[in-house]
């Protein structure tokens, strides 16, 4: 009879030992109202997310939420983070040292193009900030944060234009502007692929026109011949 106290007691003891602590608590929470939040904004966009639908989801209550974020807009950010962190690690991953300069050109267009295939979702409400009314509710420092997020991957595109410019694979140019004109070309042939219109004008294969694309840009980067002397 006197085993039977020391064995509940084990028994709480284990189940203590098994407890999630606090700190682990908070994350798994955190990442579960980030999974939710994924997948409204997902669905609904920006403007039309309710965070009641977010926290209902979560399995948390809607005071819970905002003691992780303060408001819609944070949690949108973080949501798009947490993508934008693992964007940049494969994006570097691509750009294999050794590689000629257009051909590293060539890797990362693969790869944007093949990370916008897998995560659709994603581009869709980083797009959303491009329109008025949601640039209009979110608060500058989160703007800012954002557009952070894209500037680094561009960064690395930009470095990469600029070594091909001074070791003479390509003539010399604006490597931010050419970065800019490649990112910019690559969203908008993403995009006519939302739209049926411009889908069925199109034609050919997305992917297909994207590398033409691509190739277009790379002949405007060759140097010019040398000049033929004089006679």
């Known amino acids: 009879m006197k085993d039977a106290p020391d064995d509940d007691g084990g028994e709480d003891r284990g189940a203590l030992a098994r407890r999630p602590r606090r700190g682990e608590r908070r994350v798994q929470q955190r990442q579960r109202i980030l999974d939710a939040a994924r997948t409204v904004f997902f669905r609904d966009g920006f403007m039309p997310a309710n965070l009641d639908e977010v926290a209902q989801r979560a399995g948390v209550a809607k005071g819970t939420l905002y003691r992780y974020f303060e408001n819609k807009a ?3 950010v973080a949501v798009l983070s947490a993508n934008g962190d693992a964007f ?3 994006m570097r991953d691509a750009l294999e040292p050794g590689l000629s300069p257009a051909e590293q050109v060539r890797r990362t267009s693969r790869f944007y193009f093949q990370h916008w295939t897998a995560h659709r979702e994603y581009f869709r409400i980083f797009w959303a900030l491009e329109n008025e009314p949601v640039i209009g509710e979110l ?3 989160v703007v800012a944060q954002v557009t952070a997020l894209w500037e680094q991957c561009l960064r690395l595109l930009a470095d990469v234009l600029e070594r ?3 070791g003479g694979a390509f003539a010399p140019h604006d490597s931010w502007e050419v970065a800019n004109i490649l990112w910019t ?3 908008g042939l993403i ?3 939302e739209a049926p219109a411009a889908k069925r004008l199109r034609r050919t294969p997305l ?7 691509v ?3 790379l002949r405007g980067l060759e140097p010019a011949p040398p000049a033929s002397r004089a006679r």
């Open 88 to 90: 940049e690690r494969k």
């Open 74 to 76: 944070e949690l949108y």
């Open 191 to 193: 995009q006519s692929e």
């Open 185 to 187: 070309l690559a969203n």
């Open 164 to 166: 091909g410019a001074q």
């Open 139 to 141: 608060p500058e420092p």
């Open 215 to 217: 190739e277009l840009v």
């Open 207 to 213: 992917e297909r026109v994207f590398e033409d694309a």
